[in-house]
């Protein structure tokens, strides 16, 4: 298997080149064999004129649940616990393995044509999306969510997860996801952290997403919902912690200290009215920092543009600064520091040696031109439907596959 794009700009998101103009990418099995402006050598398989196209590494979707496009638009305009526990978790007790598979070849396929080549899952019946992942060719990290009182029964269906992915060449892996403090008592948090120690598995999971979660941790515990997770001993091992709206500074420097990845879904913040995480604070203490989507259920879509776009103007807003998180800064956030999250250290750039995870974007639609600078059209003018092809382990897992639209007056 063997892929050559000729004549394209590439965004490869490595500080040293950045963007190259008029570049080869060529791709043998699963890894980047190429990349520069001559042309490689040898015969390839497939090839793709990238004339007017935009390569980027994949787009890492560092939180989400996959299965939950079953409830976009479900319930909507309602604040957080009411949404949860009124709505949401009464609708996922009726859940099914099928309606599970159904969600996720949804969500799947949604985030594949809108150029997430890589997902890390929170959800139950990961079998399930498991299944739908390796037919449709993505990359990606499941973990069974995991909430009081059946423990023993997820942490079963997790070994059984580690099994089934075993072949799906390594495309596929399994971490362990313990929901939230609200929904995990100590013994099931202390069981998380002692089995991901065990195996060697990386923990996803909720944090200080709303004020009352943290009024309840208080309340409960005496201390934050960040300090009652170290604690407990979640982050003795790698961790990516969604949300972190409301963390004080002491918060702050505990995830710092740990290393624990910080994903920001400002999407779904924003819409559910928990709050806007202090992301520039973040990044200026040292804390990696990841996109994701959360849910369709909260977004109410995949597209993860959507993200980057948010978070690209959001904090300028808040901040009334408008040199605060540059357009660069915040692809690096969709790529590269998830990539570093979920443990990859051959993930997120456009590289030679690295996995051949890459999206191609038709930069020569009207809303992309004039384009006087890619990295900041990626940023503030793309959208998820302005991606042609998708390609996961070097093999072209999405086509657009649409004649380029005509207008009016091209026909009279
Ligand atoms: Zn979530």
Not at 299 to 323: M, R, W, Y
Not at 331 to 346: E, S
Request: overall charge negative; aromatic content about 8%.
């Amino acid at each position: 298997m063997s892929l050559l794009i000729k004549n394209v700009t590439a965004i490869t998101m490595c500080e040293e080149t950045r963007v190259l103009e008029n570049a080869y990418i060529a791709t043998r099995e699963n890894r980047i064999s190429y990349l520069g402006t001559k042309k490689p050598e040898g015969t390839f398989d497939e090839v793709i004129d990238g004339h007017g196209m935009v390569a980027m590494p994949g787009l890492i979707n560092a939180h989400t649940h996959t299965a939950m496009t079953l409830l976009r638009s479900y319930a909507d305009d309602m604040n957080l616990q009411d949404w949860l526990f009124q709505k949401i978790f009464p609708f996922e007790d009726t859940l099914t393995p099928e309606m599970v598979y159904e969600g996720s070849v949804r969500g799947i396929k949604e985030m594949l044509s809108t150029g997430t080549t890589c997902f890390h899952d929170m959800y139950f019946f990961q079998e399930e999306t498991a299944k739908a992942a390796e037919e449709l060719g993505i990359r990606g990290v499941l973990c069974e969510g995991i909430t009081d009182p059946v423990l023993e029964k997820k942490i079963e269906k997790t070994e059984k997860l580690i099994e089934q992915v075993k072949k799906s060449e390594g495309r596929l892996q399994v971490g362990i996801s313990p929901h939230a403090v609200y929904t995990c008592n100590e013994d099931t948090l202390k069981t998380c952290a002692d089995y991901a120690k065990k195996h060697g598995f990386r923990i996803h999971t909720h944090l200080s997403e709303t004020k009352t979660e943290n009024q309840d941790a208080e309340k409960a515990y005496g201390m934050s919902p960040t300090k009652w997770m170290e604690q407990c001993g979640l982050f003795d091992n790698p961790t990516m912690a969604a949300h972190c709206v409301w963390l004080s500074d002491e918060d702050i420097a505990i995830l710092k200290k740990y290393d624990v990845t910080v994903v920001h879904n400002p999407v779904s913040n924003l819409k559910l009215a928990s709050g806007i995480a202090e992301i520039p604070k973040l990044v200026n203490k040292g804390v990696n920092v990841a996109l994701g989507t959360d849910g369709a259920s909260s977004n109410n879509n995949l597209d993860l543009f959507e993200e980057i776009k948010l978070t690209g103007i959001l904090h300028k807003g808040t901040s009334l600064d408008p040199t605060m998180l540059p357009a660069w800064e915040v692809l690096k956030m969709a790529t590269i520091n998830g990539a570093k999250a979920l443990g990859f250290d051959d993930l997120g750039m456009l590289k030679t040696g690295y996995l051949a995870d890459l999206i191609l974007l038709d930069f020569e639609k009207p809303h992309l031109t004039p384009n006087h600078n890619t990295v900041s059209n990626l940023v503030y003018a793309v959208s998820g439907a302005d991606v042609a092809y998708t390609v996961v382990d070097g093999r072209i897992v999405y086509c657009r596959g649409m004649q380029k639209p005509k207008f009016l007056s091209e026909t009279l």
